[in-house]
């Protein structure tokens, strides 16, 4: 139990496009889901907190309206990326909190390269 | 604030050698206290926790890990080091009682030679 999945895997794109990332708690409902992102040999920095049905709170310097966050369901937030970049090309990994515990389950990760 | 330390970035030991991982951490209050392990483009996978009770907290594949408050210290350590323990690791808290966001370390890469 307690699998988070993310989607896709991997996305290439143009400068100047949207992707956008999905998480999806797949086994258990997340009433919080938190969007991170990791440089290569770096640590992860949380971007924002997610919770089901209202705004996501950002961390200091995460820019909201470059990094949009919607968690439409127990079991599932996206994480859209606008107006991408080339120095947004990063890992982005999401985790899902259960409901009823203060557990962290994280995704697979996302890989993004901007061109 | 909190925050974690991982002493030493690259930790390089031998098949069949203790592993021994470093992590101070700093709060106001002890936190929970968690290590992390994650494999080369995947996801972090949670190895062991403390929380409360038992200060020696045991996980999956072997490792465990002891708080010990009056080192502020949660350091992760493995009798035996085995060929597909090499990744990277990484030490984070939480604020106690949970549901909040974790502050990780900078991870500390583990390379395991035969």
């Known amino acids: 139990g307690a699998v988070v999945s993310q989607h896709p895997s991997r996305v290439i794109c143009k400068s100047g496009t949207s992707v956008k990332i999905e998480c999806r708690s797949l086994?258990?409902?997340?009433?919080?889901m938190f969007w991170y992102r990791q440089f290569p040999k770096k640590s992860l920095m949380l971007m924002a907190t997610?919770?089901?049905?209202?705004?996501?709170?950002?961390e200091q310097g995460v820019e909201k309206d470059k990094f949009l966050i919607n968690h439409a369901s127990l079991t599932l937030s996206t994480l859209t990326v606008t107006s991408a970049h080339p120095e947004d090309s990063s890992f982005y990994i999401c985790?899902?909190?259960?409901?009823?515990?203060?557990?962290?389950?994280f995704g697979p990760g996302t890989r993004l390269t901007v061109l | 604030a909190q925050s974690v330390t991982q002493l030493g970035s690259h930790v390089s030991v031998s098949e069949g050698a203790l592993v021994l991982l470093r992590c101070n951490y700093s709060?106001?209050?002890?936190?929970?206290l968690f290590w992390y392990v994650q494999y080369p483009n995947q996801g972090l996978q949670l190895l062991l926790k403390?929380?409360?009770?038992?200060?020696l907290v045991k996980g999956i594949n072997g490792f465990e890990a002891e708080f010990k408050k009056s080192e502020t210290s949660f350091h992760l350590t493995k009798p035996s080091a085995h060929m597909s323990d090499a990744a990277e690791y990484f030490c984070a808290v939480s604020p106690t009682g949970g549901g909040n966001k974790l502050t990780f370390g900078t991870g500390t890469q583990l390379k395991v030679e035969l």
């Open positions: 709060s106001s209050v002890p936190p929970y």
């Open positions: 403390y929380t409360t009770g038992a200060t």
């Open positions: 985790s899902a909190e259960r409901t009823s515990g203060n557990e962290q389950f």
């Open positions: 997610s919770n089901e049905g209202s705004k996501a709170t950002y």
């Open positions: 086994d258990f409902q997340a009433t919080t």
